[in-house]
């Protein structure tokens, strides 16, 4: 060995680069510098295609109404789910006019109701043909019932619907003279339009929870003066008349003439009366 070769030290030498830097990039880019080819491009990953499956498309062991999964594990319903749907929604309408129906027919039962005026026996207070507002409410009680009241009754012999006026209550004694009212021998103040019939009636003793009742037209009214119908039971006054509705123009409140003290005369002979 020469004196001029030294031995360098370990320390001294130079290191040598470790193959994991050599190779620092992989061994395909360096293969392909420009990029790597298009088979060598990782391909996304594709969605799988959902298909609906049709009718046509089940086959023949599957039966209508089922519930069919395809592979994509989407659910389709067949043709029994519209009709359950139909048959849901046409319930749900019948519930809802059933509900309507009944508060309808509450409503005309407890509260009030339209009614048509046939004929002129209620003249001049009423003419024919007009509707009138029937309230239920007001006579929910016996003692509701008052005199000179217009009402919606019905006799022993019909169910239809007749306007009268209240004018004797029950246990009173009612009689008619000369067109004049007198109830238990005095006379009343009629002051409510009145076409007055001469023709005499009663006395006539009211029975217990019975009405007498006659239209403001005596003349042309068939009421409790006909033996026919008599003096109504209570059962049978259905409603007070409060308003007129129709027609628009004749759109009007019914007075309340029993709210408001009536004078009563008595009805005595001549000879005492002078004295």
């Known amino acids: 060995m020469d004196d001029n070769q030294k031995i360098r030290p370990p320390s001294a030498r130079p290191r040598r680069k470790p193959a994991v830097e050599a190779a620092?990039?992989?061994?395909?880019?360096?293969?392909?510098?420009?990029?790597?080819?298009?088979?060598?491009?990782?391909?996304p990953e594709a969605e799988p295609e959902i298909k609906p499956v049709s009718r046509e498309d089940l086959p023949s062991t599957v039966q209508a109404g089922e519930i069919i999964e395809d592979d994509g594990g989407e659910i389709e319903d067949t043709d029994a789910q519209p009709r359950k749907r139909g048959y849901r929604?046409?319930?749900?309408?019948?519930?809802?006019?059933a509900g309507a129906a009944l508060v309808v027919i509450l409503l005309l039962r407890f509260v009030a109701e339209p009614i048509h005026v046939d004929g002129y026996s209620m003249q001049d207070t009423l003419a024919p043909d007009e509707y009138v507002l029937v309230s239920k409410y007001d006579y929910l009680t016996k003692e509701a019932v008052r005199r000179f009241d217009v009402v919606s009754c019905k006799y022993p012999t019909s169910n239809k619907a007749f306007v009268k006026r209240v004018i004797g209550l029950p246990g009173e004694t009612v009689e008619l003279a000369g067109g004049e009212l007198y109830i238990n021998g005095q006379q009343m103040e009629q002051d409510f339009p009145l076409r007055k019939d001469t023709a005499d009636y009663g006395p006539v003793t009211v029975p217990k929870d019975h009405y007498i009742v006659m239209g403001d037209n005596r003349a042309n009214s068939t009421d409790s003066r006909d033996p026919s119908v008599g003096p109504l039971p209570r059962n049978k006054i259905e409603g007070h008349v409060r308003r007129v509705i129709f027609p628009l123009s004749e759109m009007r409140a019914m007075e309340d003439k029993h709210r408001a003290p009536l004078p009563v005369t008595s009805r005595l002979p001549a000879e005492e009366a002078s004295n």
């Not at 929604?89 to 006019?97: C, G, Y």
């Open 89 to 97: 929604e046409l319930l749900e309408w019948v519930l809802v006019f």
């Open 24 to 43: 620092s990039k992989p061994w395909k880019e360096e293969l392909f510098s420009g990029g790597l080819p298009p088979a060598a491009q990782p391909e």
